[in-house]
Every structure is written in structure tokens, then in C-alpha cells.
């Protein structure tokens, strides 16, 4: 069987690095492969022959739970398949969960309803996609780096670190339908620090945003299973959170979601 990740120095040494930071632990030291990746395509290779490398349900493709988000409606939309174990329900506990850090996020998650087939997602419009969706939920993203730079290092080496994903728990599912996300409140609660309130601020004025470069992306290793989750991007940016933190996300008229990290 030809192999799915031709050889390229470079690209072999982001690989093994990302893949020996998640056995043992230990922050990679990123600054050596800072050229290592050169576009978006090759930090794709390196996420999905990092999923090959440690196996499991991992390496499932498609995966069955995604991280997708976009600075604005104007930049690039990226995604990172989730690594199922990580994936957890409200209210959730941590426990000896391995973090070299801890950052939390705000999110809004998206369920479909059907599969999706490469096909069928090319064809897509936005309220086509829109249209897949059966159920939304709140979701707390935590965020660290197998990168010892941390937020500092190269933007092609953090996608092919997931994007910085540690963990994602997962409230609730309601009934998909439209809202007025500008009039959104969300609040983030992390230990004793004071509440964080936010109204509107998706950084695309909508979850469902993503969906469309999410289901041409995902569909591109076969067919996107009924039931596949994305989350969508936060709404408070990333808050600094220590272990024993408890972690509480609502979003108003939706639910919230719970994490003891």
C-alpha cells in the first residue's frame, strides 16, 4: 500500500515531534521547524499523519467530532479533527486529563442530522448547510499546545496541533433553529475569577458560519457521518484557567455546559 504521507524531512520531524510531545507529556520545541510547514496543506498532512501515528479511534477519518473557526468572516475558516477521547459531556471532570496548560473557551457546538457526502457538500450553499443541522449545544473548548512556544509558535505548526486542542465538553443538545446570534449573550464563569459576560461576539456573527468550508473539508476523506459534530469558535477568546478550576459556560436561551478541570 502506497504511503499516504510521502517522505519530507521537514514534515517528518513536525510528526515526530507533535506525536512524541502527546505520549510523554513534554512540550516540542518549535523554534528548530518554524519553516517546517509551508501552507495550510502540509499542517493538514501533519494533523492527520500525527492521527495515523498514535492510532486508535483517533485516526478515525472522517473523524466524528471537529473544531472548525475563522478570525473573521473575511479569513480563512481551518478545522482539526477531535481525537474522541478527549470529547466529553456536561457536567464533565478532567481528572488526570494531561495538560501542559489551560485555556478555556465559550462555544457554540453543531450536530447534523445526515451523513454528507463530498459530493453533496460541494453543492452547498450556506442555508443549504445550515439546513443539515438537527441540534446545537453550549461547549467549552480547553486549549493548550504540545508546542513549548505556545501561542508563539508558527500558525502552520499550531494547526497541525490541532489548533491548540486539548479537550471539548459538550452540554445538552436542543433543537436546531435560527437566532438573533447579535443579541447572544454568553457568560463564562472560571474558578474565582469575576464572571465573564459578552453579547454578539462570534468573530463571524454566526456558528453556522463555518459550515460550509467545514463540510467540504471534512468530506475529504469519505463520507461525514450523520451525527458528526463541529464546534464553532469562542465567544470570549481564550480565558487562563488553573487545575481544580470549576468552568461554567450559558449561553441564554441555549444552556450551558460544565467542566471541574
Not at 72 to 100: I, K, N, T, Y
Not at 208 to 215: E, G, N, P, Q, Y
Request: net charge negative; glycine share 10%; with cysteine.
Amino acid at each position: 500500500m502506497a504511503n499516504p504521507f510521502p517522505p519530507s524531512l521537514p514534515f517528518d520531524r513536525v510528526v515526530d515531534a507533535l506525536v512524541a510531545a502527546r505520549r510523554s507529556g513534554v512540550a516540542a520545541d518549535a523554534e528548530p521547524l518554524a519553516e517546517a510547514l509551508t501552507d495550510v496543506e502540509a499542517a493538514y498532512r501533519a494533523e492527520a499523519a500525527v492521527a495515523a501515528r498514535l492510532g486508535g479511534a483517533g485516526a478515525v477519518r472522517p473523524a466524528r467530532h471537529w473544531k472548525s473557526g475563522a478570525a473573521s468572516r473575511e479569513a480563512p475558516v481551518l478545522h482539526s479533527p477531535l481525537p474522541p477521547q478527549g470529547v466529553w459531556a456536561s457536567p464533565a471532570e478532567a481528572g488526570d486529563w494531561p495538560f501542559h496548560a489551560r485555556g478555556v473557551e465559550a462555544e457554540i457546538a453543531l450536530r447534523l442530522g445526515p451523513s454528507v457526502t463530498a459530493r453533496q457538500a460541494a453543492a452547498l450553499d450556506r442555508a443549504g448547510a445550515q439546513g443539515l443541522v438537527e441540534a446545537m449545544t453550549v461547549s467549552i473548548e480547553v486549549v493548550d499546545s504540545r508546542w513549548r512556544q505556545r501561542g508563539e509558535a508558527p500558525a502552520w505548526l499550531r494547526l497541525a496541533d490541532l489548533q491548540s486542542h486539548a479537550a471539548l465538553v459538550l452540554g445538552d443538545w436542543q433543537v436546531f433553529q435560527p437566532r438573533d446570534w447579535a443579541a447572544q449573550v454568553c457568560r463564562l464563569r472560571v474558578g474565582a475569577q469575576a464572571e465573564r459576560c459578552v453579547r454578539g461576539t462570534h468573530a463571524c456573527g454566526d456558528p453556522a458560519w463555518v459550515l460550509v468550508d467545514w463540510l467540504r473539508h471534512a468530506t475529504r476523506d469519505g463520507d461525514l457521518p450523520a451525527g458528526a459534530v463541529v464546534t464553532t469558535g469562542s465567544w470570549v477568546g481564550t480565558v487562563p484557567a488553573e487545575a481544580g478550576d470549576r468552568v461554567e459556560a450559558v449561553f441564554d436561551g441555549i444552556g450551558g455546559a460544565v467542566l471541574q478541570l
